[in-house]
Structures are given as structure tokens and as C-alpha cells.
């Protein structure tokens, strides 16, 4: 690590030093630093895009998840009715001020395609595009309203201003220069658009409880690791207009990092039981700006 990727500076701190302890491919140890100017924290050394696709195996678990998950348990269903009436989704509430708009919407980095499949069902008169770089030979197929791009190549030749929405879940903290693909998908987002971006925030409560053990440190995974207030001075130093921040009321990193300090196995009959047990603490933990996980929602600012 020479210069921050994010402010330039070469000034930084060495926090940590850990492996791979989700997917467990090898045991290679990386240092973990934290730049000194604007507290983006970064993986080094680098692994370069060779070494990385090991650590994206075809049994890498967001790959592999159900596209139809169903929440059949008592605790879930009545966590959702809660929401529902109370209308605390506040991601779900701004798409759907959009729900009667013809829109073009990117999941870029859409792992098994989940996000897109339930979007789909909901928003009938939007257009659905897929990309994922480590997944994409197992998106080569067409549905109703959803194309997925199996191709960077073909990615990149789509016009400019063409998507209404572009989401970047679970993204920027995988890419080596996330300043770049920002700015790269900027260009592909229509004049006034929306960019949805949801990553790990290192200032987060869970962070400084559990250390090395956090579940979204994901080393070697996650190469540089935001906090709130670095992500929005970066979108509006490149002219986002913030709309909202939400901070996650869901406990599922915790709960996953409890069970990496312990070294025990995540037994799924009791998971979400566990996470429903442990949401009222981060739901505090969101009040309080403290959550693991982030969500920005932010408006393209240039001028039509």
C-alpha cells in the first residue's frame, strides 16, 4: 500500500493482520491499514485479479443462494408485517415513488441474481440488467424483463445515460479502485438518476466489539472498507447528491461474527432465530449510526 486510493496520502496505520476465515481457501495472512487523512481502511498487499478469483470459488455462498428464500418463520413474518405497516423499509419506499416510471435498472455485482428476481416481481414496468464478474457464466439467460450481461465487454458498450437506477450492492469494498468503477457506472447512469450503494461501515459498534473477527472484514474479500462519512464526502466530492443514508437493523453480521470469535459452525435451524433475538440491539445500533452495513442512496448531480 504506497498511496491511499481514496485521498492519495501515504500516511496510514497498521490495525490488524488476518486470513481468510469465511471461505477458508488458504491461510495467507494480510495487514490490514487505515489511511490517517479520510480513515479509508485497506487490505495489503493487494491481491492482484488473478489471486482473487480463488477466493471467489463456485461454492462462494452468495453465489449459491435460493433466488425463491422463503421466510416461513413466526419471528420473520411478523418482523415484516412490522415493517410493512409501519413502512420502515426506507430503500423499498423510495423505489416504489418510482414504481409507475419505465426505468432501466442495474444490479451491478448482482451475485445469483436474488435482488433482481424479487424486484422483478414487483416493479412491472421496469427493465432488469445483471452483471457480476465472478459469476457471470452462471447468468447467461434471458427472462421476462431481466437480461443478464455475461460479458464486461458488452457491458461496456451501453450507451451513456441509460439506466435509471444503478445498484452496487456488496461491490465497491471488493473492487481495487472503487473511485473508478463509481465514475465509470456514472457515466452509464441517466442525468438526475439514482445510485444505490450498500457496503460495510468500519465505524460501526460490531467493528470495535469484535475486532479482527468482524464478519465484514471478509479478508481477503473486501480489499478497502468505508465508513459513512468517507463514502459521502466521496460521492458528493464527485457531484451525488445524498438522498439518505440507512443504517442495517439486521443482526446477521453479528451474529456471524460471534460465531467467528467462538470458531463454531453456523447451524441453520437456529440462525434466524438468533438474528430475530439479537435485531432489537441493532436496530438501537441503527438509531445510533453505529450499524455494520450502510446503505446510501445519492442523485446524479450533473446537469442535463
Request: include cysteine; charged fraction near 25%.
Amino acid at each position: 500500500m504506497k498511496k491511499c486510493v481514496l485521498c492519495d496520502s501515504d500516511k496510514k496505520i497498521f490495525l490488524l493482520k488476518g486470513k481468510d476465515i469465511y471461505m477458508k481457501v488458504d491461510n495467507k495472512f494480510y495487514d490490514l491499514y487505515q489511511c490517517l487523512e479520510c480513515k479509508l481502511t485497506t487490505l495489503n498487499p493487494l491481491p492482484n485479479h488473478s489471486e482473487l478469483s480463488k477466493y471467489y470459488p463456485s461454492n462462494y455462498k452468495i453465489f449459491l443462494q435460493d433466488k425463491n428464500e422463503n421466510n416461513n418463520d413466526y419471528f420473520t413474518k411478523f418482523k415484516i408485517h412490522i415493517i410493512k405497516f409501519f413502512k420502515l423499509n426506507h430503500l423499498q419506499n423510495t423505489l416504489d415513488a418510482l414504481i409507475t416510471q419505465k426505468f432501466n435498472y442495474l444490479d451491478y455485482g448482482c451475485g445469483n441474481g436474488k435482488n433482481i428476481f424479487q424486484l422483478q416481481a414487483r416493479y412491472k414496468n421496469w427493465i432488469f440488467f445483471g452483471y457480476d464478474k465472478f459469476n457471470s457464466k452462471n447468468l447467461n439467460y434471458k427472462k421476462d424483463r431481466i437480461i443478464f450481461i455475461d460479458d464486461l465487454n458488452k457491458f461496456e458498450k451501453i450507451e451513456d445515460n441509460f439506466f435509471d437506477i444503478i445498484n452496487l450492492s456488496s461491490v465497491i469494498e471488493h473492487v481495487h479502485n472503487p473511485i473508478k468503477l463509481i465514475l465509470q457506472l456514472k457515466k452509464k447512469l441517466h442525468k438526475n438518476g439514482l445510485m444505490i450503494i450498500k457496503t460495510p461501515n468500519f465505524n460501526s459498534f460490531s467493528r470495535k466489539i469484535f475486532g479482527r473477527y468482524w464478519h465484514n472484514l471478509d479478508i481477503p474479500r473486501h480489499l478497502h472498507i468505508f465508513s459513512d462519512k468517507n463514502l459521502e464526502k466521496l460521492l458528493i466530492e464527485n457531484n451525488f447528491k445524498k438522498k439518505k443514508i440507512i443504517y442495517s437493523r439486521n443482526s446477521g453480521v453479528e451474529i456471524k461474527s460471534l460465531y467467528n470469535l467462538f470458531k463454531v459452525k453456523k447451524n441453520n435451524s437456529i440462525h434466524k432465530y438468533l438474528v430475530n433475538l439479537f435485531n432489537p440491539l441493532t436496530f438501537l445500533l441503527s438509531i445510533f449510526k453505529l450499524s455494520s452495513t450502510i446503505t446510501i442512496i445519492v442523485r446524479n448531480n450533473e446537469k442535463i
